[in-house]
């Protein structure tokens, strides 16, 4: 009878312990990773050249800029001869459409909210338009994009300086050639910055570093308290290893460990209570993340959908299965099955000798 009843409380103490209150806190991390280009191409493209053609005005505003050297292609390496790619860039003069100055009133309150000054700040505006016109073809003469990037149909503003009269900011236009040069540079950096972007984005491979989170049990009073955290360092760490040009061997073997433990913590918390459900979603959102960065979208995907059965905060697990199914898409897109590979971009030669990039 002794045995049964301490049997008894051994079971009553450890249905306590289960059911220990959970509370999650949300961790922030941050993870370097490669971005894979959007648009289909060539995986042995790895060189560009760029020209760029700009109306008489602009050549003469600006006689020492080099715009051939500012166009930039993250993963690429620029060249000045042949290069698997050429972009060209357009740029027509600009067109002053109206001179005009802005009023903006200081207005300095006391402590109480009472107005004790008023003043006016007087500032130089320029409206104008300017067109640009880009085209991207490949060293076998294939047209692969040719687009308006800026229209003249849209009206752009210049802003200058802040005067205290409104005499000393109309005098600006008193000398109109410096303000062009000086809009037209701006103009002229402003549309190749924005083309790098734009072409970094689809066909880059570009290194970023991304702030994620999860959630962690944050009840120092539950069972699984310390070995959630401890299982939760061993991820942590091996994200924070994570290097685009390395492989991912090594980190898929360092967290296996972790892996085997929240499996096997999804079994443990299978009940329907809400401290059950809150605990499966915490550990489905961690592996989701995990697998996400480990280049293994299917797995992220199963994680997310789990996640979303646990009835609790659905929303996060379709956010997280979206996003690694836009990964699959991209990994299959550029033939590859990993983002992180070697890319050693200044050793990337042109079309004429070309040592062909195997996809990973």
């Known amino acids: 009878m002794q045995k049964i009843r301490l049997l008894g409380v051994v079971l009553l103490l450890a249905g306590?312990?289960?059911?220990?209150?959970?509370?999650?806190?949300?961790y922030n991390f941050s993870v370097?990773?490669?971005?894979?280009?959007?648009?289909?191409?060539?995986?042995?493209?790895?060189?560009?050249?760029?020209?760029?053609?700009?109306?008489?005005?602009?050549?003469?505003?600006?006689?020492?800029?080099?715009?051939?050297?500012?166009?930039?292609?993250?993963?690429?390496?620029?060249?000045?001869?042949?290069?698997?790619?050429?972009?060209?860039?357009?740029?027509?003069?600009?067109?002053?459409?109206?001179?005009?100055?802005?009023?903006?009133e200081e207005v300095k309150k006391d402590k109480n909210g009472n107005i004790v000054s008023r003043k006016n700040w007087y500032a130089p505006v320029l409206t104008y338009t300017y067109a640009a016109h880009v085209m991207v073809k490949d060293y076998k003469g294939r047209q692969m994009q040719q687009y308006q990037l800026v229209s003249r149909s849209n009206q752009h503003t210049y802003r200058g300086t802040e005067f205290g009269s409104r005499a000393a900011a109309a005098n600006i236009f008193l000398n109109m050639f410096t303000i062009t040069t000086q809009?037209?540079?701006?103009?002229?950096?402003?549309?190749?910055?924005?083309?790098?972007?734009?072409?970094?984005?689809?066909?880059?491979?570009?290194d970023r570093r991304s702030n994620e989170d999860v959630w962690l049990l944050g009840n120092?009073?539950?069972?699984?308290?310390?070995?959630?955290?401890?299982?939760?360092?061993?991820?942590?760490?091996?994200?924070?290893?994570?290097?685009?040009?390395?492989?991912l061997d090594q980190v898929r073997m360092?967290?296996?460990?972790?892996?085997?433990?929240?499996?096997?913590?999804?079994?443990?918390?299978?009940?329907s209570s809400k401290g059950d459900r809150k605990m499966r979603y915490a550990t489905h959102y961690l592996l989701a993340k995990l697998y996400y960065y480990l280049d293994e979208?299917?797995?992220?995907?199963?994680?997310?959908?789990?996640?979303?059965?646990?009835?609790?905060?659905?929303?996060?697990?379709?956010?997280?299965?979206a996003?690694?199914?836009?990964?699959?898409?991209?990994?299959?897109?550029?033939?590859?099955?990993?983002?992180?590979?070697p890319l050693d971009v200044m050793n990337f030669e042109g079309p004429r000798n070309e040592s062909l990039y195997s996809a990973q």
């Open 220 to 247: 120092r009073r539950h069972p699984e308290y310390d070995r959630f955290r401890s299982n939760w360092s061993i991820i942590k760490n091996a994200l924070f290893k994570l290097n685009p040009n390395e492989p």
């Open 183 to 206: 809009v037209s540079r701006d103009v002229l950096y402003r549309t190749i910055n924005g083309l790098s972007n734009t072409l970094t984005e689809q066909y880059g491979y570009a």
């Open 254 to 271: 360092e967290v296996k460990p972790a892996i085997a433990y929240f499996e096997k913590l999804k079994k443990d918390y299978s009940g």
């Open 297 to 321: 979208p299917d797995m992220a995907v199963k994680e997310a959908s789990d996640l979303v059965l646990t009835d609790y905060d659905a929303r996060d697990g379709r956010n997280l299965e």
């Open 323 to 341: 996003g690694a199914t836009y990964l699959k898409e991209q990994l299959l897109l550029n033939k590859r099955k990993t983002r992180y590979f």
């Open 32 to 104: 370097l990773y490669r971005v894979l280009p959007r648009v289909q191409i060539d995986t042995s493209y790895h060189t560009y050249n760029f020209t760029c053609e700009t109306g008489p005005l602009m050549k003469v505003v600006n006689p020492n800029d080099q715009p051939q050297h500012m166009l930039e292609i993250e993963g690429w390496r620029r060249l000045d001869g042949l290069a698997h790619i050429s972009v060209h860039l357009k740029m027509e003069d600009l067109i002053i459409m109206k001179t005009d100055v802005t009023t903006r």
């Open 16 to 26: 306590a312990a289960h059911a220990q209150k959970v509370d999650l806190d949300r």
